[in-house]
């Protein structure tokens, strides 16, 4: 069986591979897809607990978070749609509207 | 019916509120009628509280628990005594009258409504003053009246005059008030309690006479009485109240208000009475003001200054009564000047309405046939003062000159002389303004008037007061109604007031020999005062004009009030005006103003640094963001 | 056969996680993406986890993803155009960063071993009942309340979305 550190270690990379895109790129698309990495990469060590713990919680919290992320797409992709609207554009970078 | 007492000083307070609120909006005929009525239900009910006064003493009646602080303790509550129902009988009885004079006096005014709420507010706040149970609630009232006054002295604000003099009685009071305070406070320190009886109670028990602790205290509380009562050397603001209107000046600055500092001392008279030093100053203070102010009444020509010195003049009697310990007579004195003095401010008031606005007495003259109504009310009170046997003032300041008899030679003999004084400059203001020939302008003259029925009956009710409120003092003199017990004790205000002022002085015949004696001599001395004027001014004008082109030195200084506002200005007001010119300019504009600002420069300078923290991307916030998970994982490990 | 499965699902899914944040074009990404969520499934169920690995491909890969290339068919917008390095001091902040909190995540997984009770839901035990009948079995008894919330929640994102999208006249 492979051992629990292995999972662990994967869903780090990928978690951190996903902050890396929402760091570095502009495309708020793109950035949002990273987000979506990073959830994925955080469900993934919930199954490998719950496979290790002998307990099905993980894979309710697993499930949990993918409604959740549902909702937080359908909204997300409508506040972009809203932004790109009004400034015709999905450059983070351009989009400053707070600063101080 | 003790347990409706609440509502004397709270109708005049829904009053307030009514006619504060919507008074601009009412017709006037309502904004009269809610005022008047209001203090008039006051007056019943107290009237009604008298009669049911029982013997023994009557609780407290407390409203609520108002501070409640570890030891500290003020309920809102009313204390019903002999003392407080006469002073609630008085206030509103003479409010009452005066309300529904002013309906005629201010019928014009465009701050009509306004005028009442002020009103009736200010009796609201005497009658509290005079109900309170304990010094706070006192103190409460105590300000309330002042407030009251100073915003009816600047009554016609537009006026610079009227409104300088409000800021002055405010000012100067305040001086009084701060004392006061102070006293209050002194009193909770020691006693541990500021209800008034407990006080009086732990004192008797507590201190020896003389003790130093209760002649600070009573001193303080002085302070306060000296600034209300316009004594020496506080009294310079209550000329100039005569800026108000005329009721007011009757109502507050001469029956009720200024009163409130001889009933104050005579509710805390057992302390006095443990502290001979404060007393001996309470009655130097107030024979030497008896004085004063009378000298300076002799030769004004403001037919209202007159009265105002007058009233200062008697209020100082009323504190000479308290400080030879005659605190019953003092209240007695206090009664029947309430009924004389507003009767002659009102008579005033007539005049001067009928003169369209005229006060200077050297431009009236022979108005006795113009306006007989108001001729006869001012001569009785004039007698009043005077005190002309048997009208009511000759009892009540006979009875304070002997009683000062008693204690001091040199009182009592500065008292006659004031007597004299007193019935010589009021019946020069009788003479110089019913008497003789009109000196009125002739385009004035034709439109003088007797006032209308609405002024005149407070009038007549007054003056039919002055007449016979004397015999409240003297049950003892009518033997017939003296034995029936309602007239001995209800109606004889010395005996009636006796569980509050302590025991009234032994009667030997042989004193009473003495006081007849005493009472012949002030009477002459009254006419003789009389006398004087009526040659002066009425068979010999020219005899006054020739005294004082001889004597032109003394005149003018006493015509300029001894020039004692000139004084005060050099001695106070001008270094004090200065004090505040360097606290604006250099205190205020440079240091504080210095500090804030530099206080605000210096967040404006952070701001402008930290500002670039937030650079509005989305990215920085997400860096943070991770930056502070690293260091928190770290700081784990 | 486990561990090379695990091998190859796991470096497929590094890589197209990688190709998704490197790639220039946003549908690209998203098909990476797409390859992704395939390989996690795969995990999953190398997990013994069917259930959620069956989500994973219908919730995920399906409808979420199609929403993400819908929007990024709607919008239009091309290859994001090379721009110079602007904020790149904070990039490559960001890049540190990331790479100090993956070594202190990989220093905690490699070192701390997993202490925790243990269920009763044993791999012998979830074949018998079966994966699907046992997740139910605890999901519509202990996790009933926030099953129902998450209702609520999918609702008001519906209408959140609705609300965010409408051309406003």
């Known amino acids: 069986m492979v051992p629990l550190s292995y999972y ?79 400034k015709a554009t999905v450059n983070v970078d351009e989009i400053n509207l707070m600063k101080g | 019916m003790l347990d409706y007492i609440w509502l004397v000083p709270f109708l005049p307070l829904f009053g307030f509120v009514i006619n504060g609120l919507f008074g601009s909006r009412l017709p006037r005929r309502v904004v009269g009628i809610i005022a008047c009525s209001t203090v008039g239900l006051a007056f019943v009910i107290s009237l009604t509280a008298f009669f049911v006064l029982p013997d023994q003493p009557v609780p407290d009646k407390v409203l609520y628990s108002w501070i409640k602080v570890g030891d500290f303790k003020a309920d809102f509550a009313f204390q019903i005594d002999p003392l407080s129902i006469i002073m609630i009988l008085i206030v509103s009885g003479v409010s009452f009258v005066i309300h529904i004079y002013s309906i005629g006096y201010m019928h ?139 009721p007011v000046s009757a109502l507050i600055h001469a029956a009720t208000m200024v009163t409130a500092g001889v009933y104050m001392i005579a509710r805390c008279n057992m302390i006095y009475s443990l502290s001979p030093t404060s007393l001996m100053v309470v009655a130097v203070i107030g024979c030497a003001t008896a004085i004063y102010a ?34 019953a007579a003092g209240i007695f004195h206090l009664m029947t000047h309430a009924f004389f003095k507003a009767l002659l401010f009102m008579g005033a008031g007539s005049v001067i309405h ?16 113009y306006m007989p109504t108001t001729y006869m009310t001012f001569l009785i009170a004039a007698l009043t003062i005077g005190g002309i046997f048997p009208f009511a003032g000759f009892f009540s300041k006979d009875e304070i000159l002997w009683r000062a008899f008693e204690q001091n030679y040199i009182l009592w003999a500065i008292g006659i002389i004031t007597a004299a004084m007193t019935s010589f400059y009021i019946f020069r203001l009788v003479f110089r303004t019913f008497a003789g020939e009109t000196r009125v302008e002739k385009e004035k003259l034709v439109h003088v008037h007797e006032s209308p029925r609405v002024m005149t009956i ?28 309602f007239f001995s004790e209800k109606l004889n205000i010395l005996r009636f007031l006796e569980p509050v002022t302590g025991g009234h002085h032994a009667e030997g015949s042989e ?60 001695l106070f007001v001008n270094p004090a005006k200065k004090f505040s010119v360097f606290l604006w ?53 | 056969m486990e561990l090379a499965l695990f091998v190859i ?14 790639s220039r074009n946003a549908v690209v990404s998203a098909l990476f993406l797409i390859l992704t969520f395939f390989c996690l499934a795969g995990l999953y169920v190398l997990l013994n986890a069917q259930f959620i690995a069956a989500l994973q491909i219908i919730v995920y890969a399906g409808a979420i993803m199609v929403l993400f290339v819908f929007v990024v068919m709607l919008l239009r917008t091309g290859k994001e155009a090379r721009r110079g390095y602007r904020l790149i001091f904070q990039k490559s902040m960001g890049i540190i960063f990331v790479v100090l909190f993956l070594l202190l995540l990989g220093s905690i997984t490699l070192t701390v071993a997993v202490t925790g009770m243990r269920g009763p839901y044993t791999a012998e035990a979830v074949r018998h009942i079966g994966n699907t009948q046992a997740f139910a079995s605890v999901l519509f008894t202990d996790y009933l309340y926030p099953f129902e919330i998450i209702s609520v929640l999918l609702l008001a994102g519906i209408i959140g979305a609705v609300v965010l999208a409408k051309r406003k006249r």
């Open chain 2, 585 to 637: 300019r250099i205190w205020d504009d440079s240091i504080i103003d210095g500090i804030v600002n530099g206080t605000a420069g210096f967040f404006k300078v952070c701001g402008r640094i930290g500002r670039r923290v937030q650079t509005g991307y989305v990215q920085t916030y997400i860096l943070l963001i991770i930056i502070g998970a690293v260091i928190i994982i770290w700081y784990c490990l």
């Open chain 2, 354 to 369: 009928a003169l369209a606005g005229e006060m200077d007495i050297r431009h009236m003259g022979g108005l006795r046939r």
């Open chain 1, 8 to 86: 662990l270690l994967l869903s780090a990379i990928l978690f951190s591979i996903g902050a890396v895109g929402v760091l570095i790129r502009r495309n708020v698309l793109i950035m949002f897809m990273s987000i979506e990495l990073m959830l994925n990469a955080v469900n993934l060590s919930f199954v490998a607990f719950s496979r290790f713990l002998d307990s099905l919680e993980g894979q309710v919290f697993v499930f949990l978070v993918m409604a959740v992320a549902a909702a937080e797409v359908a909204v997300g992709l409508a506040i972009i749609i809203c932004i790109f609207r009004n």
């Open chain 3, 9 to 22: 699902f796991g470096a497929v899914a590094v890589a197209s996680a990688i190709m998704v944040i490197v």
């Open chain 2, 511 to 570: 004193a009473v020999g003495l006081e007849r004696w005493l009472m012949l001599a002030s009477l002459l001395i009254a006419l003789v005062g009389i006398y004087i004027a009526y040659q002066f001014y009425v068979r010999n004008p020219q005899l006054p004009k020739r005294l004082a082109r001889s004597l032109r030195r003394t005149y003018k200084f006493v015509l300029n009030k001894y020039k004692v506002d000139e004084l005060y200005d050099f």
């Open chain 2, 458 to 485: 407070p009038l007549v009710i007054l003056g039919i007061m002055s007449v016979i409120g004397g015999l409240a003092g003297v049950a003892k003199a009518f033997p017939l109604l003296g034995t029936s017990r």
């Open chain 2, 108 to 246: 014009g005014d465009p701050g009509y409504s306004r005028y009442f709420t002020y009103l009736n507010l200010f009796v609201c706040a005497m009658l509290l003053l005079v109900l309170a149970n304990n010094f706070l609630m006192m103190y409460i009232g105590w300000e309330g009246v002042g407030l009251c006054s100073y915003l009816l002295i600047g009554f016609w604000y537009e006026r610079k005059s009227a409104a300088d003099a409000g800021k002055k009685a405010f000012i100067v009071t305040r001086i009084g008030d701060f004392g006061f305070a102070l006293g209050i406070m002194y009193i909770f320190k020691t006693f541990g309690t500021i209800d008034i009886s407990e006080v009086m109670h732990l004192a008797q028990g507590r201190f020896e006479v003389g003790a130093p602790i209760l002649t600070a205290i009573t001193l303080l509380l002085f302070l306060g009485a000296v600034g209300k009562s316009a004594q020496i050397p506080l009294y310079v603001w209550l000329p100039d109240a005569m800026e108000g209107p005329t």
């Open chain 2, 294 to 327: 009378a000298s300076i009444g002799l030769v004004q020509n403001d037919i209202k200054r007159v009265l105002a010195y007058s009233t200062i003049s008697q209020l100082g009697y009323m504190f000479m009564a308290c400080g030879v310990g005659a605190f």
